[in-house]
């Protein structure tokens, strides 16, 4: 899709993820950047400062995805849609009914929505938890569904629906596949936060971070600002009917994670390890880490920021927003 001119819904835009697409899609020569956000996870914080611009604005204070009218008046006149409103993973474990609703159901109002103001364009945010635990590695887009979680799940639904979409009423869109993001704006306090700000948080209470089982546990970390650029890209590309691996392709151990940000803290405090518990033992994913080939090929995107780079960004951040420490 042609970019120049355009007017870009961003559903979910003053989240995490979202807020960074935003500021993205400010850089760019775009006619209007539409920002549509529930705040239930996102910050009106995050995207104050792109208020200022005049080709972006909120949508009537807010917005969410299972409001059909709302959605259905917020795409009208837009070109291209960018959707990233979902719950979180073990948000969805503690409450599948909501998650229902707000990734499946949300989803497909957001297609509906699409189809029937013509939009030339979808963004729909997925998630490497399809993959499940792996069977290869490094997992390619070809890798089986192998997920056990109800994120996951919402994930492959929504995916299923872009695609029969695409094939019924020829919608043009491109699902990315994000591998374990983290950055500036990621919540660094909640209950449902991610192992490194955890780990963060620990350190900057002075206690020792915990590693559940022995560490060798490995994912492929990417930088949010780095996730923010494959939107953008996958927007302008002319593919349609596909899904890409958002990651570095970095296999990165959970040990390795921890000694990498206790020496950016310059702290000597000792890693403590547990043993999974039983509930843990049964859903945790022991290596993830994404194929970039056909990211890089399809879409331009390769990722620009190193583990070290962007964890030196983040606390960076931490320390210019958070005003003190978080008790874990």
Known sequence: MKIQGSKILVIGGAGFIGSHVVAELLKTDVAEVV????????????????????????????????????????????????????????????????????????????????????IKRLVYSSSASVYGDAVEVPMTEAHPFKNRNFYGATKIAGEAMCRAYGDRYGLSYVGLRYMNVYGPHQDQTAAYTGVIPIMLNKIDVNESPVINGDGSQAYDFITVEDVARSNVLALQSDVTDEFYNVGSGVQTSIKQLCDLILELKKSDLKVTYKPYSADDARRMVQNRIGCPKKAEADLGFVYKESLREGLLKLIAWRESNMAEPSKP
């Open 35 to 118: 920002i549509y956000d529930n705040f239930a996870r996102g910050k009106r914080s995050h995207i104050t400062p792109y208020l200022k611009d005049p080709r972006c604005r909120l949508y009537a204070n807010g917005g969410d995805v299972r409001e059909t009218d709302l959605l259905d008046d917020a795409m009208r006149g837009m070109d291209g849609v960018i959707h990233l409103a979902a719950m979180w993973l073990l948000h969805c474990k503690d409450f599948p009914r909501t998650a229902f609703h707000v990734n499946i159901e949300g989803t497909f109002n957001v297609l509906e929505a699409c189809v029937k103001n013509n």
